[in-house]
């Protein structure tokens, strides 16, 4: 297995390719841990559900394509939907996911448009 950028990622059936210098971070969904101490100095630990989430990502964003609209459409959605991140050494991670933040943003100097996305599944293939 190598490191390195994510290739592309494709966002309810449309595929963006990604920019070549971003470190994009894949969290799987799952708990989260926190200990919280006793007033004797004995402890405990509580759980909190996570969700899966791909952050850190910079799509390219094609004018022609209408990229910007369609992303936009995509987080005015009522209902998650099918994302695929294909990794440069052909890893790929999927699952129902929803954009969050302000994932529509362009940014017009690069054409790059920053995106975050979050949901109940996200797992590795194959």
């Given at each position: ?89 052909g890893i790929v991670y999927a699952g129902s996911m929803m954009l ?15 995106i975050t996305l979050e949901g109940p599944t996200l797992e590795k293939?194959?």
């Amino acid at each position: 297995m190598a490191s390195g950028p994510a290739e592309s990622i494709t966002i309810a059936g449309r595929r963006f390719v990604c920019n070549n210098e971003d470190d994009v971070s894949i969290q799987l969904p799952g708990f989260t841990n926190e200990t919280r101490m006793h007033g004797d100095g004995g402890a405990h630990f509580a759980k909190s559900r996570k969700p899966g989430s791909i952050d850190s990502i910079n799509v390219y964003i094609d004018p022609e394509r209408n990229d910007l609209e369609y992303l936009q459409e995509q987080a005015n959605r009522h209902e998650y939907f099918d994302v695929s991140l294909t990794l440069c050494d052909g890893i790929v991670y999927a699952g129902s996911m929803m954009l969050t933040g302000d994932s529509t943003a362009l940014g017009v100097r690069e054409g790059f448009a920053p995106i975050t996305l979050e949901g109940p599944t996200l797992e590795k293939q194959g």
